[in-house]
Nanobody
């Protein structure tokens, strides 16, 4: 059974960098799951894929966010991270980390001064 847990600040100021960590427990971080994903849902809107990191370490980003997005992993800690720079209030959303099959519960991130 794979479990994922998002963590990070719930409030970020405009122009700063949003940083979130996903901790994976159970299962295998690199063996059984090909992709690890970040998805977000702004209030009143649908789900938006932010980016993914493959078991190989290769990264893939939503073209609309690519210039501001960085995803990395730390296999020794079973963690992968999201950094989204130069945030604005439009980046306010519930952020989810997910494998191919399982999702975390999500964490609310609000961008406000």
């Amino acid at each position: 059974q794979v479990q994922l847990q998002e963590s990070g600040p719930g409030l970020v100021k405009p122009s700063q960098t949003l940083s979130l960590t996903c901790t994976v427990s159970g299962g295998s971080f690199t063996t059984n799951y090909y992709y690890w994903r970040w998805i977000r849902q702004p209030p009143g809107k649908g789900l938006e894929w932010v980016g993914s990191i493959a078991y190989s370490g290769n990264t893939y980003y939503n073209p609309t966010l690519k210039s501001r997005t960085s995803i990395s992993r730390d296999t020794s800690k079973n963690q992968f991270t999201l950094q989204l720079s130069s945030v604005s209030p439009e980046d306010t959303a519930v952020y989810y980390c997910a494998s191919v099959e399982y999702w975390g519960q999500g964490t609310q991130v609000t961008v406000s001064s």
